[in-house]
Each structure stands twice: as C-alpha cells, then as structure tokens.
C-alpha cells in the first residue's frame, strides 16, 4: 500500500485544470522525484493533458512518449494520472474517463497513483482537498483507496481558493492547448514560476 | 481568454457575441461579464440581433449559475412574445439549471405535445437525461430522435460523444462519419475521425486512419495532431507484418510527418527542448503503445 504526498503546485495545477474547463471531463500526469524517500511517493507536479475527447488515444501516446523524455531530463518520473470526471456527481474509479493511461502509467511505475478529482469538492471555499487517491494493489489486480496528503494542507487550499476567485485558472495550459497552437507551453514555466513566487510569500 | 472589458464598446461586445453564436462557443463566463459590463444597458440599439442577444445571455447566465440575469432576460423576451414554445424552453431550462428534473422534463413534454416538429425540447429532454448520468437512456433517446432529425449535426455529435465515453468506437465512428457528410471539408472532422479509427486498432482500421489524417493534413498543414497521427500510424504500418515496399514506404512517410510536427512546433514553440522531446518520439515508439479493446 503506497501513501502519497501532493506538493501544492501539483495540487494547484490539478484543480485550476478541472475550474478551467468546468463542462468537460479533463486528464492529466502526475510526476515525482525520480528517489522516492521513504515509502511515501512525493507528486511534485502534475501535467495538464486533455480537456476535450478523452476516449481516443492517439495523442495520448504522444503526449506520454513526450512528457517521459522531458520527465526523464528533469529528474522526475511520471508516477500517476489524474481524472476529473465530466458529469458533476461523479466521483467514483469507474466512472473516471480514459483509465487505460493509469494502467499503462502503472506497469511502467510500479506505485503510480490514480487521483480523481471530486467535483463537489472544487469550489471558490476549498475546505478539504478535492481528491480521491487509489494505488495499485497487484494481489487483487485493481486500484484501491490509498491514502494522501498536501505538502502545507491549509496553506495550499488557501492559496487554492483565492486563485481561483480570482479567475487565475484561465493561466493554465494544457496539451490540448500546445496542439491546437504551438506557442502554448504545456510545461506551465510561467505559471510554475508565479506559484512558486506566491509560496515564498506565506 | 483575456477579455479588455473596459476597452470593449458595446458594438464591440455585440459583435464578438454573434462570433461566438457563429462558432457555438461556450464562453459562459464571459458572456455574462460581459453583458453586466457593457451590453445591458446599450441593448436596444442593436436592433434585430436583440432577440438572439438576449437567448444567449439566458443559456449562458444559466450555465454560471446567474438565476437573476436569467430571469430577467426571460422576463423580457416573454412580455414581447407572450405564449411562446420558444420562450418556454428557457423556462425548461431553468428549471433544469436548478436540478428539478422532473418538473424540467413536464415543461418539455408540454411544448412536445404542442409542436411534434420542435426538435429543440427533444434535445433538451436528452440533455437532462446526461447530466442524470443516465448515459445509456440519453444514448437511445438520441438514437430515436436522429431516425426522425436526421440531418441535425449537433446531434450526430453529441451522440458520438456518448459513443466514445460508453467505449463503442465503431458506432462513435459512424456517428463521426453522418458529420463529415455535411462537413466535407472539415480537416478537424477528418482528424477526430482518424483518431477514433486509430484507437479502434488493427491494420485495417489504422489503414483507414492514415487515409483520413492524410486528408486532414492536406486541408490544413498546420493540423498538429494530424501531422503526429500520420506519424503513428505509419509507424505501427512500417512495424507491421506488410509487404516490405509498403512498409519502406510508412517510414519514409513517417519519418515525413515527424519532420513537419517538428518544424511546425519549433517555430511557434517557447519550450525549452521542445524539439527533443519530439525527437524521443521516434525511439520510444513501440515502447507505450496504449490498447482499446
């Protein structure tokens, strides 16, 4: 069983995907420090893939292939998936659009984590973190619960919220956005940069 | 989208709305600042378009939870067409907007009963039946209603939507395929299509594919997706158990496409080694390959 910690970037970048499009079910990687410390694994980053024709796999493969070179010159692994579901009352593993990535993602990594975005949850007050987490237990050949932290919980979901009230979630680009024009730079540098500029603050 | 709102005159914004209307784009949001910033007041100047402005402002109030605007809007429109089935849609979806399903679908069936021909509470009636969750129920309503609309794209779509969420790709395909017909030439209809003909899989289908992401890139060349399709699908070709011409000639082709998605990114792209990462794309083919079944 594998525990989990979500730095607030990652965090962050998951629900400002999910409030960007919020009629549509969006997708995304989860990446890690490639040395895992302890038996906890640290997602400190998350990379928006797709907000529109989830179930289709041609750019998945593209988006995969890509993000794990760019991974792999970072220091980091891709170990995990996240999923916001489009209809509102949503929230369970089967439901989640295109899993078949979380599989894939897990018989490259060994402890990759499945997040799906509780859309309840995702509101201008955050309370609580909006996320399921499931690991991957290979005796029973399915995803179960596992549990989860955010690095500085009551910071992160503040910051969270008053992004958010501020509109700041329009900042984030997905993959879909660099394929639909080039100049779009899925990496989120700037937005990256502007977070962490913000936590310095607190 | 950044919008200058208080750059923007109130033809401007009037002008950008019947973009939108054009398009079908959902910009709910924006819609609703928008008119609360600039239009409300200076609407009865644009003349005929009023009427259209004013149904877009409902439909996008109430997808932003904005019951008053809706409200006053509808108000509006109902004082200049009394007895409306036009009108009374809204007030369906109104109702819809705020969760009361049951009274939602009453409304609608009323306006069914008046006018059989009136396609738009149909649509309405599948569109409560998504957001219930009961996708498979929306799945055959729409498949009745397509027997009796069925040159409605909008709809062809949407169930092609439903097709590809419930995983039946040969049926998403054909719906794909009812929109092309009235989309010939529509390099992004060609490109979903091969998408979904890719990720169906095997030889054949992945044939087809290449076909239709050749289309879609000879209508636009900058299609990126269609360019890194044709990358794929030729790849899987070359790999594959062909004739050893037509798989010289994948390659070649494959080896094209990359080239193409590659110029096309590193001149607009401001990622840092964007062009390695493409680059990996050509070794790590194979490697993560994800099946539908």
């Known amino acids: 069983m594998c525990e989990y910690e979500f730095s607030e970037t990652a965090y962050t970048k998951i629900i400002f995907h999910a409030a960007k499009y919020p009629h549509q079910a969006v997708n995304g990687l989860l990446l890690a420090e490639k040395k895992t410390k302890g038996s906890i694994v640290q997602i400190t980053d998350a990379i928006p893939l797709f907000h529109q024709c989830l179930g289709v796999t041609p750019m998945a493969e593209i988006a995969l292939m890509q993000i794990d070179a760019y991974a792999e010159s970072a220091g980091l692994v891709i170990a995990g998936y996240y999923a916001a579901p489009e209809n509102f009352y949503d929230n369970q593993i089967e439901k989640a659009p295109a899993a078949k990535i979380a599989d894939k993602i897990q018989e490259n990594f060994k402890n990759a984590c499945f997040a799906i975005v509780d859309n309840k949850l995702v509101s201008l007050e955050h309370k609580r973190a909006a996320l399921q987490v499931y690991s991957y237990a290979s005796d029973s050949n399915r995803w179960s619960k596992a549990k989860y932290s955010l690095v500085n919980t009551s910071q992160t979901l503040e910051g969270v919220s008053l992004l958010l009230k501020r509109g700041a979630m329009r900042d984030v680009i997905d993959f879909d956005n660099h394929l639909d024009n080039p100049e779009n730079d899925w990496t989120n540098q700037f937005l990256n940069q502007s977070l962490k500029d913000l936590q310095k603050l607190y | 989208m950044s919008l200058n709102y208080e750059e923007m005159s109130w033809s401007d914004v009037r002008d950008q709305f019947r973009k939108w209307r054009e398009e079908s784009g959902r ?113 055959k309503e729409l498949n009745a209603y397509l027997k009796k609309f069925m040159s409605d794209q909008e709809a062809w779509q949407e169930l092609c939507n439903l097709y590809l969420a419930e995983g039946e790709f040969g049926k998403a395909a054909f719906c794909m395929e009812e929109v092309l017909l009235h989309n010939p030439h529509s390099h992004l209809i060609h490109q979903r299509l091969a998408d979904i003909r890719y990720t169906m899989g095997g030889v054949e289908n992945i044939e087809i594919a290449r076909t239709y992401y050749s289309q879609a890139i000879k209508l636009n060349p900058h299609n990126l997706r269609a360019l890194y399709g044709l990358f794929l699908c030729c790849s899987y070709l070359a790999n594959s158990k062909a004739v050893s011409l037509k798989r010289k000639e994948s390659q070649k082709l494959a080896q094209w496409a990359l080239e193409q998605a590659m110029e096309h990114t590193a001149r607009h792209s401001s990622i840092d080694n964007n062009d390695k990462w493409i680059a990996s794309l050509d070794s790590a083919f194979g490697n993560l390959e994800i099946k539908s079944n």
Request: with cysteine.
């Open chain 2, 27 to 139: 910009h709910s949001e924006d819609v609703v600042q928008l008119w609360v910033a600039v239009l409300e007041d200076k609407v009865h100047k644009t003349g005929n378009e009023r009427h259209l402005i004013l149904e877009q402002v409902i439909v996008a109030a109430l997808d932003t939870a904005r019951f008053d605007i809706a409200t006053k809007c509808t108000k509006q429109l109902s004082a200049e067409f009394p007895g409306s089935l036009r009108v009374m849609k809204f007030k369906a979806m109104r109702l819809e907007a705020l969760e009361q399903y049951d009274a939602a679908n009453e409304v609608l069936d009323a306006i069914i009963e008046k006018d059989e021909t009136n396609a738009a509470p149909r649509k309405r009636k599948i569109a409560i039946m998504k957001a219930r969750g009961l996708r498979l129920d929306a799945i």
